[in-house]
């Protein structure tokens, strides 16, 4: 039974999980679906009341009922790579590939359905809370007035994109960033804008969660570091990852979350108060964690392919 | 005028040099010119910031 890894060619993250599974001598196939139709060729039958299919990359080729499991990773958009790339083609690229592969009885990380809902940071912030997790106070509007009333209540805020995305043309970055008290809220009519009341964090934590196991790491906040400095990953710091427990009723609502949203996969955004406390920030479904694995030392490619690997 | 957010952009990084490995269509994975996986060289993954959190983040925003 074969590991079917989505991701683009320069995913080195999901390379150390291709090496481990390499390693254990479970069979993988990694096709990126930008190459769909190219590179990526594929065929599946619906006749007689059963269905066989199969998908080729390369001179791999793999039978859709010989899938167990799928590793939504960092999968391009179908079509992309097309001779003549369309919208329609896209369409129809990633019906067929991903009608298939949900035609299966593979095993998910992240299924699509689930992938897509746990993008939506608004969801997530409602999901936290559900779950038991600690949430700073969150607003998201258009209404400047809503604004100031919220700068108001919570006089210390940082702004961040709801979708988390980053602008493109020119390729703009938009880090966590704090705001100032007297700002001028006018603009926030120009779009949905997402204020947060700032956390005075003495660390950032990364949870990692892979099936039922979940892994953290704790980076401190480096003496001296600029109040300014908020977005833990834009920060100037020499401060390295380390690894950390998870409080209990931590951990309880993580499972919760994943449960909830049924994901096989979270990586987790903290920031540790100076009470010791964690409050959510994100759960990112595809996040990264090469970054933490190289700092920790934790085994997380191996959870990984653990998890593929199973049953 | 432009979105609130906006006014706390700015410019994303461009490495000037590209990095030293190469995909492997064979292997499945990627490589340096010595044959080694590059995932597993950690000196260069630092370098180029490969597995880093925002590595990725143009295309996807799963940080």
């Known amino acids: 039974m074969t590991v079917l890894v989505l991701t683009s060619d320069e995913d080195v993250t999901a390379d150390l999980v291709v090496a481990r599974l390499n390693d254990t001598g479970i069979p993988v196939v990694r096709l990126d679906p930008a190459d769909l139709p190219g590179g990526i060729t594929l065929s599946g039958e619906y006749a007689h009341g059963a269905f066989r299919g199969y998908l080729s990359a390369g001179d791999r080729v793999v039978s859709m009922a010989g899938l167990r499991s799928v590793w939504l990773r960092r999968p391009g958009v179908p079509g992309a790579r097309a001779a003549v790339p369309s919208g329609w083609l896209t369409e129809e690229a990633s019906q067929a590939l991903y009608g298939m592969l949900r035609s299966t009885g593979a095993r998910w990380m992240n299924h699509p359905d689930a992938a897509a809902r746990a993008r939506h940071k608004p969801w997530q912030l409602r999901l936290a809370q559900h779950s038991g997790l600690q949430v700073p106070a969150t607003l998201i509007t258009t209404f400047p007035h809503a604004a100031r009333d919220f700068a108001r209540r919570f006089p210390d805020l940082v702004v961040k994109p709801v979708s988390g995305a980053h602008p493109q043309e020119p390729p703009r970055v938009v880090p966590t960033s704090r705001v100032a008290p007297d700002v001028d809220f006018t603009a926030v009519a120009l779009g949905p804008t997402l204020l947060q009341h700032r956390v005075d964090k003495r660390a950032d934590i990364r949870l990692t969660a892979v099936g039922d196991r979940i892994l953290a790491a704790r980076k401190a906040v480096a003496p001296g570091a600029h109040p300014d400095d908020i977005d833990v990953r834009f920060a100037p710091s020499e401060e390295p990852w380390r690894p950390v427990d998870v409080p209990p009723l931590v951990a309880e609502a993580v499972h919760r979350y994943l449960r909830e949203a049924e994901l096989a996969y979270g990586a987790f955004d903290f920031a540790e108060d100076p009470d010791g406390a964690w409050w959510f920030l994100e759960c990112n479904q595809s996040g990264q964690f090469g970054f933490v694995e190289m700092d920790t030392g934790q085994p997380i490619a191996r959870a990984v392919a653990d998890w593929l690997a199973g049953p | ?63």
């Open chain 2, 1 to 63: 005028m432009q979105l609130f957010v906006l006014n706390y952009a700015r410019p994303a990084e461009q490495l000037e040099v590209s990095a030293p490995y190469s995909y492997d269509r064979a292997l499945q994975l990627n490589v340096l010119p010595g044959g080694r996986i590059a995932a597993h060289d950690h000196a260069v993954m630092r370098e180029f910031g490969s597995t880093t959190s925002t590595a990725g983040s143009k295309t996807h925003f799963d940080d």
